[in-house]
């Protein structure tokens, strides 16, 4: 039975990150906590599914190989740089807030998916940002950042 190391590598590395926000909600209004409480929870589900998904894949062999076909090398370029994006978008939300952040993330992300829809590009990031926005603030009672350099030109 040969289990599949960077599945379990992963979502061990997630448990612990998630652990981390676990820990941080002692600090957060009861009203403010529900939402991170359902992200956490969604998050530990999708984990406990790929772990169970991992370890009947590895009794039940498919095609009689345990192993996957290993992935090629630009797929594997395009998720780090799909990764170094979603963290330069979290860098830049606390300074350029999330109006700006969100928008261009999300262009950014349907940009390099090969979305060819200068409509589809130009609309859903706006609709969306200000969708979230208004379940963000209405609803779950977070506030978004500003963002200082906004502040600073305010």
């Given at each position: 039975m040969k289990?599949?190391?960077?599945?379990?590598?992963?979502?061990?590395?997630l448990s612990a990150a998630l652990l981390v926000f676990v820990l941080e909600l002692r600090d957060i209004t009861p009203i403010a906590r529900i939402y991170p409480v359902f992200v956490i929870a969604g998050s530990y589900l999708m984990i406990l599914i790929v772990l169970l998904q991992t370890f009947f894949r590895a009794r039940k062999p498919v095609g009689g190989t345990?192993?996957?076909?290993?992935?090629?090398?630009s797929a594997a370029v395009r998720i780090v740089v799909y990764c170094l994006a979603v963290l330069a978008y979290i860098v830049l939300m606390e300074r350029l807030g999330y109006f700006l952040s969100s928008v261009a993330f999300m262009v950014f992300s349907l940009?390099?998916?090969?979305?060819?829809?200068?409509?589809?590009?130009?609309?859903?990031?706006?609709?969306?940002?200000l969708a979230m926005y208004f379940v963000f603030s209405q609803f779950l009672y977070v506030t978004l950042p500003v963002g200082t350099w906004i502040e600073m030109l305010l």
């Open positions: 289990l599949h190391k960077w599945d379990l590598a992963i979502c061990a590395v345990t192993s996957a076909p290993p992935m090629e090398k940009v390099y998916q090969k979305n060819r829809s200068r409509l589809l590009i130009l609309i859903l990031p706006l609709a969306f940002t």
